[in-house]
């Protein structure tokens, strides 16, 4: 403990010194300043903060009153003990009265020592008594500033607290509510929350929070939300309850309606599939339909057209022969337009099987048929090994039959065909591609290569329907995959393919190595 420091206000320098002999006693050995005259005390108490004063009732031109005036209008919290040997009883209670905090005679000198400990220690009584009271009041001013509800219990669970947030959301005040069981002020009287809150509190020590419906008379029905723990002393005895409240009416309104909306949507989104799935069988039994009646008029138009050329061709005469030709070439790529319509309407609504499919092998057999169809060709092909992946076998083996011819049809003029089918790292990703060295395209019109019937090339240099890409690539949006073509003119085209989310990658094997390749020349 600190020693304290102790302003002396006496005018005989005996009586000091048998001061300063009885403080030598105390065992904390206060420190000790020494004033003769009303000027001197002025300046010191006005300059410096001492722990306690002690004073001579009687100074030639300055009283002990006037001194104990002084120090309780600068020093107000300072004890003060007069130390006096002409003060008699009427004098010793007009000085209590006026402030002062105990009184010593002269004549009994040993007690100053055991006044002086206990104005000291009832002066740090009253301070820390104080700083505790502030320290309240603040806390106290925080609670209330919320706008939760703050409420405290006692043990029996009676409300010793209830801030203004408590108030405005229970709507009663707090006079009202005061030692009240909690469960009598009219919270949760229907649904017993509260209890089975309360209940685990003093099982576990706190809840989680809990919401309920809050229904009094005086106020009309909220949605609050509690948390509530156990209050204990330093011995874990039990105290009482702290419970916080916060009114989510609005919150569990929100939730309310998008619990509705969610429903609503819920409601939309089957109705919305039923039409789609409505609407995909209509255009499955339209686009059947259509290749199904235009193909016997268009068969027939191309067979007349056969026996006019066999048959008439004198009558006819060279432009005659021409027009007729025409006519049956026109039927032919009607009819194909109208089974790949077909194809194109097929696509959306066949079902899934997936499996795991050797990639490689597909690759081989497509390059080998087409090598049949033109023997007189020479290709390079090269197809990477262990390409592998988990997806419908019809579907996947249709996609590269119509990348592989198309790769096989754009490289028919050159003179070293190079058609390659791997898998390697994109900026998309891990992805399957189809390369060929043949005229390429215009990367402007990149968009334009996917859509069903158009085409970028004549029919008399690059024979075809134009349903071929688009095939390609519905068949990779089936898998939840994407495609995507590189290419420019007269320096080939690659079109990547996956066949599943980025995530998964379609389901691959690892990318195989550059060596790991297998050849196959026409």
Known sequence: MQAAHILCLEDNKDDAELIAHQLEKMASRPKLEHVSSADEYRDRIARKRYDLILSDYSIPGFSGIEALNIAR??????????????????AAIESLLQGATDYVVKQRPARLPVA???????AESKRQQRSAQESLRFQADILNSVSEGVIATDSAGRVVF??????????????????????????????????RLIQTVIECGQANETVWCYSSVESSPVWVSIAARRLTDSKNAPLGFLLIAN?????????????????DLEARVVSRTAELVEANEECQKFGYSVSHDLHAPLRAMAGYARVLTEDFSDQLGKDG???????????VRMDQISKGLLRLATLSGSPLESKVLDLS?????????????????????????????????????????????????FT??????????????????????????????????????????????GQREYPGVGVGLSTAIRIAKRHHGQMWAVGSPGMGATFYFTLGPPSQGGDCVPFVKSSDRHSIRA
């Open 116 to 122: 002086i400990t206990r104005a000291l220690e009832e």
């Open 361 to 409: 092998r597909f690759a081989r057999q497509v390059a080998a048929e087409l090598m049949e169809s033109a023997p007189d060709r020479a290709v390079d092909w090269t197809v990477q090994s262990n390409l592998t992946v988990k997806a419908d076998e019809a579907l996947t083996r249709s996609l590269l039959e119509n990348l592989m011819s198309n790769a096989w049809k």
């Open 162 to 195: 209830w801030n203004p947030g408590a108030e405005s959301i229970f709507g009663r005040s707090a006079h009202s509510v005061m030692m009240e069981q909690l469960q009598g002020v009219g919270i949760d009287v229907e649904s017993g929350s509260l209890g």
């Open 321 to 331: 022969l021409q027009i007729v030709t025409r006519i049956a070439a026109a039927a």
């Open 412 to 457: 028919a003029d050159q003179a070293n065909a190079n058609i390659e089918i791997g898998k390697e790292d994109t900026d998309r990703g891990p992805a399957y591609f189809v390369r060929d060295n043949g005229i390429g395209f215009d990367p402007d019109e990149v968009k334009q290569i996917f859509e069903p019937f158009h085409r970028l090339h």
């Open 73 to 90: 209008n600068l020093t107000p919290d300072t004890p003060f003990i007069f130390f006096s040997g002409t003060l008699g009883e009427d």
């Open 247 to 263: 009114d989510v009416s609005e919150r569990k309104s929100w939730e309310d309606q998008m619990i509705g909306l969610n429903a």
